[in-house]
């Protein structure tokens, strides 16, 4: 049985397919390398300067490429976002280091840093905490403020001072102030320009009085027992300039706004992010001055917030590169292959030598034929070697036709095709009864 020899227009169809075919599945894998992760990102502030914030960021992402987008998810307030965030809706969100449940959260950046202050109208008779006895304190905010007046009850023994808080909302608080509804309003506030002329908005406004600010001098001790909230001194005249207020470097409590991430995600695909958001940064930082106050995380073990694996390995440096990471898989994928690429061709090999003959060659067939011819005792075995030539001719043909490598050349076949057909000639000659 001789074995199937496929036209040359075959094998060469079948090697274009299989470059094909390797060539797709190459540019597949690398899209699929590439292409861009997008995470979810929740935020709320009552302004909504955070959305803004966050939302030029994710459109600088989108329009440089990055490799990681964001896709913004606006909730009411910073407690709203961190509430999403402990649920598992969202896979990052931006908190507050003392709002809402962090216990899932880990570090990406600092964004910004808010400052408590406690502030008493002109003329206000109030100087420290303890002057606070007896008292009405609003609290602008709210439910987002309700960890700083616990931490100060706590320090301070408010309650037993009978100092009674009140929540007020931003647009009443100036209203609360002139009524005389409070003695003293508690905020939690960036110390941006954009903030500090709204803090300064809620107490009236002249050229010879200034609103009281109460400092906080036992920030140290809480800052013990609450490890959300850093000592912060206030520098002099931050609040205003002339006259100077306060009037010197003020003790209080500073509480970090975070970007946290879900532990689950992977450490890659949190360090492109951070690489891209202070490449952001950069860009924006002129249009968005709070982007100022980005910096990166505690990396330390026993930090507040944990840095997640994958803001570590950029901050650190230690973040593996394409080839470090798929170091082994190149090095190991040629070797696994060419093992295949053995196995493949030992077996078939093994099926063609086990199923089919391997072809004889023309010329051999040629020859095997004259010896026949020597040996023909009949007429009739002569005329079907004779049919056995011009079978093997008309094969050659054919071969020759579809561009077979293995062909004999014709010139050559019909030389010895002539000598076999002269032996036959000269065997019927002899096989004639004289």
Same mark, same amino acid.
């Given at each position: 049985m001789? !074995?199937?020899?496929l036209p040359?227009?075959?094998?060469?169809?079948?090697?274009s397919?299989?470059?094909?075919?390797?060539t797709?599945?190459?540019?597949?894998?690398?899209f699929?390398?590439?292409?861009?992760?997008?995470l979810?990102?929740? &935020?709320g502030?009552?302004?909504?300067?955070a959305?803004?914030?966050?939302?030029?960021?994710?459109?600088?992402?989108?329009?440089?490429? !990055?490799?990681?987008?964001?896709? $913004?998810?606006?909730?009411?307030?910073?407690?709203?976002?961190a509430n999403?965030f402990?649920s598992?809706? $969202?896979?990052?969100a931006? &908190?507050?280091?003392?709002?809402?449940d962090l216990?899932?959260?880990?570090?990406?950046?600092?964004?910004?840093?808010?400052?408590?202050?406690?502030? %008493?109208?002109?003329?206000s008779?109030?100087?420290d905490?303890?002057?606070?006895?007896?008292?009405?304190?609003?609290v602008?905010?709210?439910? #987002?403020?309700?960890?700083?007046? /616990?931490?100060?009850?706590?320090?301070?023994?408010?309650?037993?001072? /009978?100092?009674?808080?009140?929540d007020?909302?931003?647009?009443?608080?100036?209203?609360?102030?002139?009524?005389?509804?409070?003695?003293?309003l508690?905020?939690?506030?960036?110390?941006?320009?954009?903030?500090?002329?709204?803090?300064?908005?809620?107490?009236?406004?002249?050229?010879?009085?200034?609103?009281?600010?109460?400092p906080?001098?036992?920030?140290d001790?809480?800052?013990?027992?609450?490890?959300?909230y850093?000592?912060?001194? &206030?520098?002099?005249?931050?609040?205003r300039?002339?006259?100077?207020?306060?009037d010197?470097?003020l003790?209080t409590?500073?509480?970090?706004?975070y970007?946290?991430?879900?532990?689950?995600?992977?450490?890659?695909?949190?360090?492109?992010?951070t690489?891209s958001?202070l490449a952001?940064?950069r860009?924006?930082?002129?249009?968005?001055?709070i982007? %100022?106050?980005v910096?990166?995380?505690?990396?330390?073990?026993?930090?507040?917030?944990?840095?997640?694996?994958?803001?570590?390995?950029?901050?650190?440096?230690?973040?593996?590169?394409?080839?470090?990471?798929?170091?082994?898989?190149?090095?190991?994928?040629?070797?696994?292959?060419?093992?295949?690429?053995?196995?493949i061709?030992?077996?078939?090999?093994?099926?063609?030598?086990?199923?089919?003959?391997?072809?004889?060659? +023309?010329l051999?067939?040629?020859?095997?034929?004259?010896?026949r011819?020597?040996?023909?005792?009949h007429?009739?075995?002569l005329?079907?070697?004779?049919?056995?030539?011009?079978?093997?001719?008309?094969?050659q043909?054919?071969?020759?036709?579809?561009?077979?490598?293995?062909?004999?050349?014709?010139?050559?076949l019909?030389?010895?095709?002539?000598?076999?057909?002269?032996l #036959?000639?000269a065997?019927? +000659?002899?096989?004639?009864p004289?």
């Amino acid at each position: 049985m001789t !074995a199937i020899k496929l036209p040359a227009w075959l094998r060469i169809m079948m090697v274009s397919g299989a470059l094909l075919l390797a060539t797709g599945t190459g540019l597949s894998a690398y899209f699929w390398y590439t292409r861009p992760v997008t995470l979810t990102v929740a &935020v709320g502030s009552f302004d909504g300067e955070a959305d803004k914030v966050l939302s030029a960021i994710s459109s600088r992402l989108t329009a440089t490429s !990055a490799p990681v987008r964001l896709r $913004v998810v606006s909730e009411s307030s910073a407690l709203e976002a961190a509430n999403a965030f402990s649920s598992g809706k $969202v896979d990052l969100a931006v &908190v507050r280091g003392d709002v809402g449940d962090l216990s899932r959260a880990q570090a990406v950046l600092v964004l910004t840093h808010a400052v408590a202050l406690i502030a %008493a109208p002109p003329g206000s008779p109030l100087s420290d905490v303890a002057s606070l006895k007896g008292r009405r304190v609003g609290v602008v905010g709210g439910e #987002i403020n309700r960890a700083v007046v /616990n931490a100060l009850r706590q320090q301070y023994d408010l309650d037993r001072a /009978n100092v009674k808080f009140k929540d007020v909302s931003l647009p009443e608080a100036r209203q609360v102030v002139d009524s005389r509804s409070v003695d003293a309003l508690l905020l939690v506030t960036p110390l941006t320009q954009k903030y500090l002329s709204l803090a300064r908005s809620l107490f009236p406004q002249t050229p010879k009085s200034k609103p009281v600010l109460i400092p906080i001098e036992s920030a140290d001790a809480i800052v013990e027992s609450h490890r959300a909230y850093q000592s912060f001194d &206030v520098p002099k005249g931050t609040l205003r300039g002339s006259p100077a207020v306060p009037d010197d470097d003020l003790t209080t409590l500073r509480v970090s706004f975070y970007l946290v991430a879900q532990k689950k995600l992977n450490a890659d695909t949190i360090a492109d992010l951070t690489r891209s958001l202070l490449a952001a940064r950069r860009d924006l930082i002129g249009e968005l001055p709070i982007l %100022a106050q980005v910096t990166a995380p505690d990396t330390d073990p026993d930090a507040f917030l944990p840095v997640h694996a994958g803001a570590a390995e950029y901050f650190n440096g230690t973040q593996e590169s394409f080839l470090d990471e798929w170091s082994n898989a190149i090095y190991l994928t040629p070797m696994i292959l060419g093992g295949l690429a053995s196995i493949i061709a030992a077996a078939w090999r093994f099926i063609g030598l086990r199923t089919s003959k391997p072809d004889e060659s +023309a010329l051999d067939a040629l020859f095997a034929l004259a010896r026949r011819v020597r040996k023909a005792q009949h007429e009739d075995e002569l005329s079907n070697i004779e049919g056995r030539i011009d079978d093997i001719l008309t094969d050659q043909q054919f071969k020759i036709a579809s561009g077979d490598e293995d062909a004999t050349d014709m010139a050559t076949l019909n030389v010895a095709a002539n000598r076999v057909e002269s032996l #036959i000639h000269a065997r019927r +000659a002899t096989l004639k009864p004289s």
